[in-house]
């Protein structure tokens, strides 16, 4: 049973920058394209950022280009992003998700596995 363990969220103020971080488990890691999704209040889930299985395609969501950078480590099962210049539009509840192909895609309903979500607020 695969599982993904965000962490990393927080309380910070605006222009802040947080990194998040998802650690994966069984699953190859390396197989999958990892990405993060987000869920603000009253709104639907929006596309963040993807990696495909190697680091040398991404590709992000166009509120986060130029803020948001998205990285893996495979040696340690393990995904981040780095969000920089955060504003307050950013506040909700990011998700990490795995997709079993090697494909980009902003679609979440294409991912096979998610984690529980890491809330991160930012304050004006």
């Known amino acids: 049973q695969a599982h993904l363990i965000e962490s990393g969220g927080g309380l910070v103020q605006a222009g802040a920058s947080l990194r998040l971080s998802c650690a994966a488990s069984g699953l190859p890691f390396s197989d999958y394209t990892m990405a993060w999704f987000r869920r603000a209040p009253g709104k639907e889930r929006e596309f963040v950022a993807a990696?495909?299985?190697?680091?040398?395609?991404?590709t992000y969501g166009a509120s986060v280009k130029g803020r948001f950078s998205i990285s893996r480590e495979n040696a340690k099962n393990t995904v981040h992003l780095q969000m920089d210049n955060l504003n307050p539009e950013d506040t909700a509840v990011y998700f990490c998700?795995?997709?079993?192909?090697?494909?980009?895609?902003?679609?979440?309903?294409?991912?096979?596995?998610w984690g529980q979500g890491t809330q991160v607020t930012v304050s004006s």
């Open positions: 990696i495909g299985r190697s680091e040398e395609f991404t």
């Open positions: 998700a795995a997709r079993g192909s090697m494909y980009l895609d902003p679609r979440p309903i294409l991912y096979d596995y």
